[in-house]
């Protein structure tokens, strides 16, 4: 069993940064792929980053590519997610992933999740 618990989200201004983390614990943290996701009131979970068990592969979704980077620490068994220049179309619960079968982009690919930490971005 994997178990996973965000942190670092909060009430931050258009242009500000945050660093989310995602503390995994459980056996053989180092061989998963990792993602992180946002789901926004009323819509669908979307994909928002992922990172293969080495570190080496990363991807982004077009909306955060340039602004936000998804590394991770095995040796911390930590992902962390570091968001910059916050838009408003950012706010959503943030949520952190692990997945046996690669670094997806749907929700599908990922077997363990964590409870979701809140993001929100004023204007």
């Known amino acids: 069993q994997v178990h996973l618990v965000e942190s670092g989200g909060g009430l931050v201004q258009a242009g500000d940064s945050l660093r989310l983390s995602c503390a995994v614990s459980?056996?053989?943290?180092?061989?998963?792929?990792m993602g992180w996701f946002r789901q926004a009131p009323g819509k669908e979970r979307d994909f928002v980053a992922a990172?293969?068990?080495?570190?080496?592969?990363?991807r982004y979704a077009d909306s955060v590519k340039g602004r936000f980077t998804i590394s991770r620490d095995n040796a911390e068994n930590t992902v962390y997610l570091q968001m910059n220049s916050l838009k408003p179309e950012d706010t959503a619960v943030y949520y952190c992933?692990?997945?046996?079968?690669?670094?997806?982009?749907?929700?599908?690919?990922?077997?363990?999740w964590g409870q979701g930490t809140q993001v929100t971005v004023s204007s």
């Open positions: 990172i293969s068990w080495s570190g080496v592969n990363t």
């Open positions: 459980g056996r053989t943290y180092s061989t998963y792929a």
């Open positions: 992933a692990a997945g046996e079968s690669g670094w997806g982009i749907t929700i599908y690919e990922y077997d363990y």
